[in-house]
């Protein structure tokens, strides 16, 4: 497993979406996320700051971003996570 921690955002790479990594309980987890629309474009590091992101990120995508692709698959995913969330508590 590669030691490398730094948050990759600027980096040259085909995709576009959230990483997030953690290597065991003594690193700060880390994460990056960005969007095709060009409007997110974030890197966190520490466990707190990475959960801020991913939800962040999670709402642009579904309620700001003005790629109606983008919205449209977050809704969908989001539904899905609303779904299993609401069988895992039955
Ligand atoms: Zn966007």
């Known amino acids: 497993m590669s030691a490398a921690i730094t948050p990759t955002v600027g980096d ?4 576009y979406g959230l990483r997030v990594r953690k290597d065991g309980i ?5 994460a990056d996320a960005d969007c095709p629309c060009g409007q997110f474009s974030r890197a966190a590091s520490g466990d707190v700051e990475v959960e801020s992101l991913v939800i962040s990120y999670g709402r642009h995508r579904r309620d700001e971003c003005p790629i109606e692709a983008v919205r449209v698959a977050a809704e969908r995913q989001y539904a899905q996570l609303q779904q299993s969330l609401s069988k895992r508590r039955k």
């Open 12 to 15: 040259p790479r085909p995709g």
């Open 26 to 30: 003594r690193t700060l987890a880390v």
